[in-house]
């Protein structure tokens, strides 16, 4: 009996969203997540973490 192979090559694609403006605000946002690290200001910090989360996010739910 043979079983499925899973195919690793199908890609996702990220539909009705800006995929290169969110990944570049992102990359912003962890420069401003790492100065609020290195000064230790941890209100700061969760605010980039969350606002990154966030934009993660929305590109996960716009992949399909």
């Known amino acids: 009996r043979r079983q499925r192979q899973m195919c690793i090559r199908d890609s996702h694609e990220v539909v009705g969203v800006d995929k290169a403006a969110i990944k570049a605000r992102i990359k912003e946002l962890k420069v401003q997540r790492d100065e609020a690290l290195a000064a230790r200001d941890s ?22």
């Open 43 to 64: 209100v700061q910090l969760k605010r980039m973490r969350r606002k990154i989360h966030r934009l993660k996010r929305e590109l996960h739910k716009a992949t399909v």
